[in-house]
Each structure stands twice: as C-alpha cells, then as structure tokens.
C-alpha cells in the first residue's frame, strides 16, 4: 500500500476536523445507545477579546483527552464550548478603537456603544473559537454559548430577581475597592496585593486643651483630610486616660475624638491610629461602631474634592500627599518618617492603585450560599480536588472567611442590572421592564445604569448553558458535569462560585471533580504575560511541530508548574515521525493481512513468544492509561503509551516478527503475522489517539479492514473514524506473566550483547560468538527455544547455552537477569592492543574533563550563582564520567 515518506501535520490537521464536525461526531447524539452513561464538561469560557496561550492550549489538551477517551470508552459525551463578555476589557478594547476614530463612548451615547461592541463581537471578538478548531478540540459547537445570548441574559436576570426577593441582594452605601482608571468598583478577588516600599509618617494632632497631643502613624498622610476621630486599643494604658478627649484635625481645624476600639493593634506605630470612614475598610467598620462621620476628601477620579479643603482641591492623591507632608513639617507637627514596607492594592487589570470609596453599590450577602458549599463538601466531599493538597484546604479556608460580594460595576457592556426607579425613587426589581412597570404602576421607570460583575454570569455557566431555568434536556441528561478543567488562580473567583449558585439553583453540585493544572513557564521559571513579552505563541508551535506533538508535550505538564522546553515537543515530533514509519513498515508488507481484533483475543502455549508478549503488553498498557485517566494523571497515561509504542512495539515486537512478515513467499502464517501486526498497530492507535488525534486517524483511514465493525457499538450507525472505534479494555486474562517475563530475559540478553559490540568497537555487520551460561533450567529453556530470533538480532555466528558459563579469558562478559551470564569471545574479532590504547585514551579524556567540571564545582562563585538545575547538571556529569571509567576499566581488563 502506497503512503508518503513523511507526515504532513497541516493537511491532516484540517482535513480530518472538518469531516469530524461536518458529520456530527462532536455532538451527544452520534451514540445511538439509550442506556450510555454521559460525560460532560463545560469549557472555562475564554474571554471574547482573547486568542490561544498557553494556558488555554494546556487545558483545552487534557479536556479534549477526557473527551475523546470517554467518547470511545461509549459513554454520551458533551463538551460544551464557549465565550465570556468579558466586561471591562471589551469595553476597553472598543474604547480604544473609538479614541482612533476621535471619538468617545459617550460621544455615542450607551446604546449606540453597546451596538458597536456588538458589531466587533461579530467582526473581531472569538478568535479563540477559531484557534480551538486548530487545537483538535472536540467541543459540540451547536451548543456553543456566549455570556451575553439572550438565553443566558435571561438565566442572569432570574437569578438576580430571585436573590432580591429572598433578601440576598441588596443595595447600599459601603467602602468599595475602586479604581480610578477604569471607573469601576472591583471585588476583592479582583485586586491584587503587592509588596512595596514606601514611608512611614508619624504626624502630631494637638489636643483642643492644650495640654498634650496625639502622634499616629499612616502610610497615607492625605487621607488625614478626611479623619473624624483617633482610635486607641481600650487596654493600652499609654492613652486610657485620653479616650473620650477631643483633638484638633490640623489643616482643617475640626474637632475630632479619641474612641476606644479592640481592632486597634497597639504595637503598629504608636499605637494611636487616625480613622477615616470614607476612605479605609477597616476604619469604615469602625466608623459605623463609633457612629462617625463620613468625609469623603478623594474622588472617583483619584483627586481631592472641596471637602479636603481650598488648597487641596483637584490635587491628585499622590500630589496632595506631598502637599500635607510639607505643611506638617512647616507646623512642627511632623514628628518622623520612616522606611516602610507594606502591601498595596491593585486593580489586576490595569495594575492601577485601588483607592477605597464609599459608594451605592448592589451585594450579594454570601452567608447562606458559603454554608451550602461548606455543608457539600463536609457531606459529600465534592468537589473532589486533584490534587487534593493544597487546593481542598485553600478553598474550604476561604469559604469560611467570605464576605459579601459586590456585584455592580460601573460599565456599560454586560448584563445590566434589571432593577429600575420610580421619579420617587421606590426600586422595582424585575425580569423585564415590562414586568417591572406592572409592578410599579407606571411606565416613568430608569433603569440602573450598572452591569453586573462578569463572574456573575460566569458563576451560572454550567447550568444556564444547558437551558435553565426551563426544564431542558440537557440539564437532566448532562448536569451536574463530570469534572472541571482549571488553574488554581480561578478557584476563588469561579470555582466556589459556581458550587454555591449549582446548590442554590440545581440542588445539585455542578460538578464531581476539579482537576487543577500546572502552570507553564516560560524558560527561566517566569509565568508568561503579555507585559513581560516571554509568552510562547501555541499556533507558531502547533506550525513547528505539529498539533500532536505539542498536545503530548502539554498533557505531560499534568498538576505541576513546568518551564517551557521546545526540545521536549521536538521529542514528541520524533515520535510522532516514529509513529508514521513503524505504520508505513506495516503498511507496506500488509498484503494478505487485515485488522481483525479477534486475532489477539486468543494466544495458546503453542504461539510464539513474542506474539503472546505484545498482547500482554497491549492489555496491560490499556489497563494502566485507563487507570491513569481515571485519577487524572495525564502525565503517567503519556508516558505509559509512549514506551509502549517505542520499546514494545516498535524497538521489539516489530524487529521480532519481521522475518515472518517480510517473507517473501505468500503463506497463511505471513498473513497470520502481517494480520496481527496490523492489528497490534491498530489497538496502539486507538489508544494513542485521545492524545494525538490527527496521525491516528490518518494512519487509521490507511490501514486495511478498518470500517464501521470497530466502531464501538453505541456509533454502529456513523461512518468509519477511530475517534468512535472502541478504546482497547486492557482484558485482565489476556495478561500472559510468564511470556511477559520470558520476554524480559529475551530483551536483556539482547541488549547486553548489543552494548558489548557497541563498547568493543565491533563492526556491525561482524558476526559473535555469543556463549550463555544458566542454572536456571527454565531460563536454558527461554534462550533455546528463541534461538534463531537471538541469532538474527545480535548477529552470532554460534549460539550456545549450557548450565555453566565456560568461555576464553579475553571474552567480554555480562551478568543477566535470574543469575545468568553471556559472553562474547573477542579473539579475531578485535586488535587486542590498539582497542586497549584506544580505550587508554577515552580514559584520559574523560579524566581531563571530569578534573575541570570538579573545580568548576570547587569554585564558590559557581556554586552561588549558577542556577541550582546546572550545578546539578554538572554533578550528574561527574557521576556519569565515574561510571563509565568504571566500565572502561573493566573492558581494558578483559582485553589483557
């Protein structure tokens, strides 16, 4: 049969997806079994305004391995895709597109803006849809959703209007983290907090008596403006006596209060520490305790208002700061300032400084929704975390300690909360305006101007996708899903959310597992950002390498962090290479064979050895993927499958079963071999092909006898592809121990013959003697009946096995497995005294080299600052060029 030389990944990659979609085979309903168990998964929905990294790439691997595996194991699988609204940063992303233009947001006005975000939605927005097809993902796209379709629009609004009226949303006045930059307020998950070095200002407020006055201690002098008392912890006794005594606000000349209050910690500073309501959450709390004024001093724009005084109005904070600094100290009232380290809060977006506000904004109260998911998993243990350290223990402390989520912000792209006000300014909550101007009365209704958070919608994705709030066929059939593919950076923003509003709104967990990936770094163990420019572009590598190759490569990353390695992929494109000639061998001796799995469902004592071994190495290899892919260890399923389709089958099974193959005289036992050759190949291919899905069914399409019978049963009605074919069982009777072990002593005697022709020089084409000595009787057995198969493969000129090893003095030797040992008598094959001065030599080279690498590991500038993993690559050389002195010194021994 005629096949190409060599592999072309890129037309394999684009002729095989479009068949596979075109007919459906993504879809649940290909399995035409009314009884199949289902699988599903609900894709992390990648931002709109994204395209492929990484992370995606990594992740969307090891879902579609699931998938895929699943989906030939028979279960009714569904892999539902999908894209997130992603509010501030389309918003900002057309934002930017307009200031191009000349143009504003507001020049548009909000509906206009909204249409035009729509319109680059359409145009520009899912890229990543696109890409994914590239990747190999098997995903349904019929079902594919977008946060913002009106399906899930209308999935929010309920939601929302159902928590309202049990008294879990709520609109108030409270301090919010808000940033200046984008004009919105920010949850606490969305604000990161960064060590920095900054100053300590100790000021002095002078008592209104006269007699004494107060020194406090704050990272933040112009927010002084804004002070409304001094707080003291009620058991230092350094200011017992103060509690209750007014102070003089300097700047300002307002009277403020020393209160007493636990939350102060007498060792930060003084011990004595100013309270700004308006501006800090924790003095906020206190203000509330203490029933103290709100001065709001700082804008939503991060500049002073009238209220911070006549000198300090429309300052910017950071201006003002330096202005309050230098009055201080012209009133002698600045008592130090110190060095300080402290942390600062960001907005992790646009890396902004937070400035706290207080402000009307809408909360969702999480007590019961954290008890729901709290009691779940002290019930049921679900979620199950793989891994389950450290993630089990983060995720259940943070359950524990959470605080009402703000849910509003201040844009105009997303879902819009539907509550609207009367002219008198009554709040109608409702699921339309219709609705909401029957309950009110009347039709004079605003509506808030505020979106909700976008993790609002994305908390609902594994329920509002599959139709909720209607009773949908999907939701019976494939909720709650069956694990959940993410990074551990999203566990708190969108893992426990999810679980909290599925027991809320289904009842029911939304997912059994929560399988967490590592992290990909790039090369010196940084994470890749677009601000740093080191992230590596999946499609270039996908270009380069293939897809195949590269999903081995991101598979194999597993739960832990790992630094980019291109020469890993190209690894993986050898193998796939490998893959390609070990198929076009079988596929150029296949006349006459055909697959037909039945032929390996029965092996008799009378077969050849190594048939019997490659069927238990098959059913063991299918056991074990299987048993990794049940506890997510993708990295071991790799591996498992790699040594098998390279040492097994291609290194032993094929190099042993040539002669009967490539026979050139047509014969029942040629096609019996060339059968269960292909046959073998075929089972690898299957199991291969969740992880490498182009090249298996490229090669699969090739090979004679594939057709709708290997189909699993529950696909008996789609047309030939080996993603339906039924993934191989790994059948505990079809294990053979003993032709696994007998084929073991076969591979070591091999192996150490080939080592000593190797390490003696021998020309290949020279023919050995190879002499065997056993007392084991079973192994004189093995070695005997497999003679002809040991004599081709290591080229002897005489065999013999006899109960004791009985060889010439200048023999190379080897000890092998179960006690036994082989020689190679050298005489006439090699000049004793050159090989001895040749082998004289290597030492010396070997001695040269090992001298430098110690010194350079003496050196204590090396051993600093060199990075750990290339002193231990130096460590490692010096042990290697001590074992293989060793092994020289042996041979030159043999040589005497």
């Known amino acids: 049969m005629d096949i190409p030389k060599q592999y072309d990944p890129k037309q394999a990659e684009q002729d095989h997806y479009q068949r596979w979609e075109s007919q459906g085979c993504f879809a649940p309903e290909i399995n035409q079994d009314p009884n199949a168990p289902t699988f599903s998964i609900v ?30 194991c028979g279960y009714r ?6 894209m997130d609204h992603a509010g501030i940063s389309t918003q900002l992303m057309v934002t930017r597109e307009l200031k191009g233009e000349g143009l504003t947001r507001h020049d548009l006005g909000r509906e206009q803006f909204v249409e035009r975000v729509w319109k680059w939605k359409k145009e520009s927005g899912g890229q990543i849809t696109k890409q994914m097809r590239r990747e190999g993902a098997s995903v349904d796209w019929s079902r594919e959703k977008f946060t913002m379709d009106e399906d899930l629009s209308r999935a929010v609004r309920e939601v929302f209007v159902r928590l309202y009226e049990e008294g879990m949303i709520y609109r108030g006045n409270r301090i919010v983290n808000w940033c200046p930059n984008d004009q919105t307020v920010l949850s606490d998950l969305e604000v990161q907090k960064d060590p920095q070095a900054g100053k300590l200002y100790y000021l002095r407020y002078p008592a209104k008596n006269g007699d004494r006055s107060v020194t406090v201690a704050t990272t933040r002098p112009e927010t002084m403006l804004g002070d409304t008392a001094v707080a003291v912890n009620p058991n230092d006794e350094r200011y017992r006596n103060l509690v209750g005594s007014i102070l003089i606000l300097p700047l300002t000349g307002r009277e403020i209060p020393v209160v007493a209050d636990e939350f102060v910690d007498p060792t930060f500073g003084t011990g004595a520490v100013k309270v700004t309501p308006a501006h800090d959450p924790n003095d906020y709390e206190m203000g509330l305790r203490h029933k103290l004024e709100q001065i709001v001093v700082i804008d939503p724009q991060a500049k002073m208002t009238a209220a911070a005084g006549a000198e300090f109005v429309g300052l910017d904070r950071y201006k003002a700061r330096a202005k309050v600094v230098e009055q201080f100290e012209e009133l002698g009232l600045l008592e130090k300032v110190d060095d300080y380290e402290f942390s600062i809060s960001k907005c992790e977006r646009c890396k902004t400084v937070i400035e706290p506000l207080t402000s009307t904004q809408w909360f969702l109260r999480m007590d019961e929704l954290r008890d729901l998911a709290l009691g779940l998993m002290a019930r049921d243990k679900k979620p199950r975390f793989f891994p389950e350290v450290p993630h089990e223990k983060v995720y259940t402390n943070w359950l524990e300690n959470l605080r009402d989520w703000t849910i509003s912000r201040q844009l105009w792209w997303g879902h819009q909360i539907p509550a609207w006000y009367t002219p008198d300014g009554e709040v109608i909550v409702a699921r339309s305006e219709a609705e909401a101007r ?4 009347t039709a004079e209704l605003t509506q808030d101007p505020d979106v909700l958070d976008t993790w609002f919608s994305s908390a609902l994705w594994p329920f509002s996708t599959m139709g909720w709030p209607d009773a949908a066929p999907d939701l019976n059939t494939f909720y709650p899903t069956s694990v959940l593919v993410t990074a551990r950076d999203i566990i708190f923003l969108w893992v426990s959310r999810m679980v909290m509003t599925g027991m809320k709104f289904m009842g029911d967990r939304p997912f059994d597992d929560v399988f ?26 996908f270009d380069k390498y293939g897809v195949d190759a590269t999903r081995l490569t991101l598979a194999s990353v597993g739960t832990t962090d790992t630094r980019w390695n291109e020469k890993q992929v190209e690894s993986y494109r050898n193998f796939a290479n490998k893959i390609w000639n070990a198929a076009r061998f079988c596929l150029m001796f296949s006349e006459g064979g055909s697959v037909n799995p039945a032929i390996l469902n029965v092996t008799t004592p009378d077969s050849a050895l190594h048939d019997r071994w490659i069927v238990s190495r098959l059913n063991q290899t299918s056991g074990a993927v299987r048993e990794a892919l049940l506890n997510y260890q993708f990295h071991e399923a790799v591996q498992t499958l790699y040594h098998f389709f390279w040492d097994d089958f291609c290194d032993w099974y094929i190099e042993l079963t040539k002669a009967d193959v490539i026979a050139e005289e047509a014969s029942p036992a040629r096609d019996e071999a060339r059968t269960r050759l292909l046959t073998v190949l075929e089972q690898a291919l299957r199991l291969l092909h969740p992880f490498m899905p182009y090249i298996t069914e490229e090669l699969w399409q090739r090979l004679p006898g594939t057709h709708e019978g290997l189909l699993h049963p529950a696909y008996q009605a789609a047309k030939p592809t080996i993603m339906l074919a039924a993934y191989p069982e790994g059948r505990a009777e ?39 000595g056993s007392p084991d009787e079973g192994l004189r057995s093995v070695f005997s009946a497999n003679a002809s198969q040991i004599t081709r493969l290591v080229r002897a000129s005489e065999f013999s096995v006899s109960e004791k090893l009985e060889a010439p003095r200048a023999s190379a030797r080897a000890v092998l497995m179960g006690g036994a040992e082989v020689a190679v008598p050298l005489e006439g094959l090699i000049d004793f005294e050159l090989e001895r001065q040749r082998l004289g030599k290597e030492k010396e080279k070997l001695a040269a080299e090992a001298s430098k690498l110690v010194a350079q590991l003496a050196n204590p500038q090396f051993a600093e600052r060199a990075p750990a993993e290339k002193v231990e690559e130096v460590r490692a050389r010096i042990a290697d060029i001590a074992q293989r002195t060793a092994q020289l010194d042996q041979t030159i021994g043999n040589l005497q």
């Not at 699988?77 to 999908?82: A, D, H, V």
């Not at 029957?438 to 009365?441: T, V």
């Not at 073991?744 to 190797?758: C, G, P, T």
């Open 43 to 72: 894709i992390p929905p990648p931002n709109v305004t994204g395209s492929l990294h990484m992370g995606h790439a990594l992740q969307h691997t090891m879902m579609d391995v699931l998938t895929r595996y699943k989906r030939m």
């Open 77 to 82: 699988t569904l892999w539902l895709p999908g």
């Open 438 to 441: 029957e309950q009110a009365g």
């Open 516 to 541: 967490v990936t590592g992290t990909i770094l790039d090369k010196h163990g940084q994470r890749m950002s677009k601000t740093k420019m080191n992230g590596v572009d999946p499609l270039e590598v």
């Open 734 to 772: 079809l294990i053979d121990v003993d032709a696994e072990s007998q084929m073991q002593a076969l591979i070591d005697l091999i192996s150490r013959v080939r080592n000593i022709r190797s390490e003696m020089n021998i020309k290949p084409g020279e023919p050995v003697p190879v002499l065997i």
